[in-house]
């Protein structure tokens, strides 16, 4: 039998051979070797207490993997793991650091990484800070015409700001932006803090505690106050022989408050009635004021109105002269 099977022994290593290269073929056609790039957030390790990166080169880097495409096409997206230690990083200068990318556990051993963009990362070790600093609510955009903004609730009202030394020195305010265009009645949500500097340009490289704020901003109808003129309503005649000759009111005018059209129409306010019916000496009355649709006084206002009365004096005739005396 062993005899058979070195019968053309050479013959039958070729055909197992081309059998062999056969099958790579079609698997290769099938199946054949790609490369496919994963960009990935570099994880830091080893961070010295009371530090923090600034001035990072690159928060990512491109890692390519090679492997038979039916494999690459089904790995997640979490499929590489790229890490950079900082434990050797002097603080305050700018250093380069290496980046080790490595598969993640269950990535099939086909899969390969056979590069990495960029191999190293530059930064910056600086020494925390933090800042704690007042909120500022700042309505983006316009109120309704006729509208204006209540003064609003934000909640907290204060908020740490994190960083290096030189980026939390640069921060001059806090605030919230609401978006406001089109709203009406009352606007409550949480929003993102911002924090600006003293150009209202967005600073970059901090952290806030917390990143966001509850605010309550009523919108209400737009108001003014007004001085309106006082014109007392006097009803009745005085007695005969009598007549008004002056009236005189105080406060001669009283402020009101209401929303600023309807302010614009309106000049005067009138008393209650007063009646000077039979009257024949001054009638001194403190009346209210009648009521302004959608407009009301200050605070309670009464006013005294003092209606002058005097006689009604008959203007004397022609003075007539003596007839002269008679002739002798």
């Known amino acids: 039998m062993l005899a058979r ?42 961070l010295p207490t009371g ?38 990083v002097h603080t305050g200068r700018q250093s380069s650091v290496p980046v080790e990318a490595k598969l993640a556990p269950g990535i099939p051993g086909t899969v390969t990484i056979s590069d990495t963009e960029p191999r190293t990362i530059t930064l ?21 015409e006729g509208y204006v903004f209540r003064k609003p609730d934000v909640a907290p009202v204060e908020a740490t700001v994190i960083g290096g030394e030189d980026a939390v020195n640069r921060v001059f305010r806090l605030v919230v932006r609401p978006e406001v265009t089109g709203a009406g009645g009352v606007l ?15 600073v970059d490289n901090v952290s806030l ?38 009236v005189q ?12 059209d309807t302010l614009a129409r309106v000049g005067v306010v009138s008393t209650a009635p007063i009646d000077i019916t039979g009257a024949a000496q001054d009638v001194v009355k403190t009346v209210t004021l009648s009521p302004l649709r959608a407009l009301s006084p200050v605070a309670a206002v009464q ?13 004397p005739g022609p003075a007539i002269a003596p007839a002269p005396p008679a002739q002798p």
Request: proline content about 9%.
């Open 249 to 260: 009111v105080n406060p001669a005018r009283v402020p009101f408050t209401g929303r600023i």
């Open 209 to 246: 505690v917390p990143p966001t704020a509850h605010v309550r901003l009523g919108i209400i109808e737009a108001t003014a106050d007004k001085d309106l003129l006082v014109s007392p309503d006097i009803t009745g005649v005085p007695a005969p022989g009598f007549k008004i000759a002056d």
């Open 51 to 88: 530090m923090l990166i600034a001035d990072q080169s690159s928060p990512t880097v491109t890692v390519t993997l090679e492997g038979p495409l039916e494999e690459l096409s089904r790995l997640p997206e979490n499929s590489v793991i790229v890490t950079a230690d900082l434990s050797s």
């Open 124 to 144: 910056t070790l600086q020494p925390k800070r933090k800042r704690r600093m007042g909120i500022r609510v700042e309505p983006s955009g316009s109120a309704p």
């Open 188 to 202: 409550e949500d949480d929003y993102q803090i911002r924090a600006i500097d003293d150009q209202k340009r967005p």
């Open 5 to 46: 099977l070195r019968e053309n022994l050479s013959y039958k290593l070729l055909a197992l051979l081309c059998a062999c290269a056969l099958r790579w073929y079609v698997d290769a056609q099938q199946n054949p070797i790609k490369t496919h790039d994963v960009h990935t957030t570099v994880v830091t390790r080893n």
């Open 303 to 315: 006013v005294t109105v003092t209606v002058h009365i005097v006689p009604v004096f008959t203007a």
